[in-house]
């Protein structure tokens, strides 16, 4: 997600925790001017009890650690490519072969604390190619497993 050109205070934001290294919803709640450090504010339940925490970012930092707030509404519009020449709109299709290899490739990128990886994250836990490896290992070692398509080329990636 592009990061936000201009913060201001009681701007909702996602705050990456230096703590834990996950986004989360936060609330610019000041801004120093002198300084350009922004404070702020994210909310989570800690042991069964609302704890609140107050970070401060340098604004030279600000696109490391805060990001907009998705929004679905936003980010559901469709987008048109044109034809410099023609005008013409252009569609972008992809096979459902191409659709799958993406996927595969972007999980077995998926791993979190590695640099330079991606974070793809469902319901804030990770996935990525070790469950589907896991799935592989387990319909070897169980003969009634549900998994059978699972060969060692599909978990070995060559291509």
Known sequence: MPSKLKW?????????????KQWHLGKITHFDPITSIFTVEISGITEGILAKE?????????????RPVYDS???????????PITGEDWFFIS????VF????????????GEKNAREIIFNK???????????????NKHATAKATKLTKRHIWLTS
């Open 8 to 20: 201001r205070v009681n701007d909702l934001c996602e705050f990456k925790s230096p703590k834990d």
């Open 125 to 139: 836990k990770e996935i990525s190619w070790k469950h589907i490896k896991g799935v592989y290992e387990h319909t």
């Open 101 to 112: 290899k993406k996927l595969r490739n972007n999980l077995s990128k998926s791993h979190i």
């Open 54 to 66: 107050g970070w401060q970012v340098f604004d030279y930092h600000i696109s490391e650690f805060l």
């Open 73 to 83: 509404q936003k980010l559901s519009v469709s987008h048109k490519a044109i034809n």
């Open 95 to 98: 096979d459902p072969t191409h």
